[in-house]
């Protein structure tokens, strides 16, 4: 009698213990009006219950294979974990459920490396730790064989977030006391720049200084400090929207917490997704554009939505100086992803807001790394509407003469 009783009274307790106890933690969240805040949420798929490992995804810090532990003393080291692994699995979720593919559905687990310094090497995974230590940005990276004779493992494609480097914004040494805040450094470059993306602005800018020495470039590593991801729409957007609780950006500072940013998070995952067809040999107009247009519709924010609309230089309401289209734009890797994002987030005119998640998708197809804006990515735009349009013979016209009119 008396064992039946301690049975009993277990019982409940095995029960609970098969059952996998959820798990939250504070990551940064959107919220409706698109400020980042930061909340807890429960974590999807985890495997583990100590630390970041999922069924898709494993976070680990730098160069490190185990995952970060989920009560790891770097309350910021979790913060970006979080935040990273439950944007990652939104997104894949996405490309699962909304687009049905089937290529993210079977893609195995991907290692997530924050606060990673170090170079991407093509045949050595990691480049040296002294060579030119990497902040404020992310980056995809593709899979790679290793080098057995030397002990490198084989690598799958992976994500990879760096740490933050505070730069003050008065030593980008831009000219005239208006400028002196990074608020006036955007609305200069929206004003005045609308050919090329924020970080090539702000290289021009400090560029522009008169030839800084070897040792103080080396010591600022301008040209990489401030390469970030994405178009200068969204960095724009993100900008604006930031809380100070996320960080992104203050007024007297600049850095970017990659790892704390739900787009950046989102336009890396699409990277991945999008490799299928969009291999990620090096970064080129079209790829960043295809990258940011999704990062556009994962974020699912109207706000974020109406402030593309407005601003984007292809035909944005607000956009001081539209962007007509060059020859140039076609050998320059970054400054004209802008371009190819407009172009992408204006077919929703002719498509609709919600075909043209699917319409995107299915371009990829049709596209590759390498396609040049003015033959691939229109003959490519031009087939989809073929298959995709409601009224395909309209519906191109109506695409070519709004081409027409950007100088294409
Ligand atoms: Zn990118």
């Given at each position: 009698?008396?064992?039946?009783?301690?049975?009993?009274?277990?019982?409940?307790?095995?029960?609970?213990?098969?059952?996998?106890?959820?798990?939250?933690?504070?990551?940064?969240?959107?919220?409706?009006?698109?400020?980042?805040?930061?909340?807890?949420?429960?974590?999807?798929?985890?495997?583990?219950?100590?630390?970041?490992?999922?069924?898709?995804?494993?976070?680990?810090?730098?160069?490190?294979?185990?995952?970060?532990?989920?009560?790891?003393?770097?309350?910021?080291?979790?913060?970006?974990?979080?935040?990273?692994?439950?944007?990652?699995?939104?997104?894949?979720?996405?490309?699962?459920?909304?687009?049905?593919?089937?290529?993210?559905?079977?893609?195995?687990?991907?290692?997530?490396?924050?606060?990673?310094?170090?170079?991407?090497?093509?045949?050595?995974?990691?480049?040296?730790?002294?060579?030119?230590?990497?902040?404020?940005?992310?980056?995809?990276?593709?899979?790679?064989?290793?080098?057995?004779?030397?002990?490198?493992?084989?690598w799958n494609m992976e994500i990879w977030f760096r740490p933050v480097k505070k730069v003050n914004i008065k030593d980008l040494k831009i000219k005239g006391d208006a400028m002196g805040e990074w608020g006036s450094v955007l609305a200069s470059f929206r004003q005045q720049m609308h050919m090329s993306t924020l970080q090539r602005f702000l290289a021009q800018l400090v560029q522009s200084q008169t030839n800084p020495s070897p040792a103080s470039q080396d010591f600022f590593g301008w040209e990489n400090l401030i390469r970030v991801a994405g178009t200068s729409i969204m960095l724009e957007a993100v900008y604006q929207f930031a809380d100070p609780l996320s960080r992104a950006f203050s007024r007297k500072w600049f850095w970017l917490d990659t790892a704390l940013v739900p787009e950046i998070i989102y336009h890396e995952f699409s990277h991945v997704a999008l490799s299928d067809h969009l291999v990620l040999s090096h970064s080129t107009a079209v790829i960043e554009g295809m990258a940011d247009y999704f990062a556009g519709e994962i974020a699912n924010s109207p706000n974020l939505a109406t402030r593309i609309k407005t601003y984007n230089t292809f035909n944005g309401k607000k956009a001081t100086r539209k962007q007509q289209y060059s020859v140039q734009f076609e050998t320059t890797d970054y400054a004209n992803s802008d371009f190819v994002f407009g172009m992408l987030w204006d077919l929703k005119t002719i498509v609709g807001d919600d075909s043209s998640p699917e319409f995107v998708y299915s371009l990829r197809e049709k596209i590759d790394t390498n396609s040049s804006i003015r033959k691939q990515l229109i003959e490519g735009i031009l087939k989809t509407c073929e298959e995709k349009c409601e009224l395909p013979f309209v519906d191109k016209l109506k695409i070519l003469q709004r081409y027409n009119a950007r100088g294409i």
């Open positions: 009698m008396k064992t039946l009783f301690t049975f009993m009274l277990l019982l409940p307790t095995m029960i609970w213990a098969q059952v996998a106890q959820p798990i939250k933690a504070n990551i940064v969240l959107r919220d409706a009006s698109f400020k980042a805040r930061i909340s807890s949420v429960e974590l999807p798929y985890l495997i583990s219950d100590t630390t970041f490992d999922g069924q898709f995804f494993k976070v680990v810090q730098g160069k490190n294979d185990e995952a970060i532990s989920l009560t790891n003393e770097d309350e910021e080291l979790v913060l970006r974990a979080a935040t990273t692994y439950y944007h990652l699995n939104l997104a894949r979720d996405w490309y699962v459920n909304k687009m049905k593919s089937t290529y993210v559905a079977n893609l195995p687990k991907l290692v997530i490396r924050v606060d990673i310094k170090n170079q991407f090497n093509e045949l050595g995974h990691y480049a040296n730790d002294a060579l030119d230590p990497q902040f404020n940005n992310a980056l995809t990276i593709p899979a790679g064989e290793g080098l057995a004779g030397r002990g490198i493992k084989p």
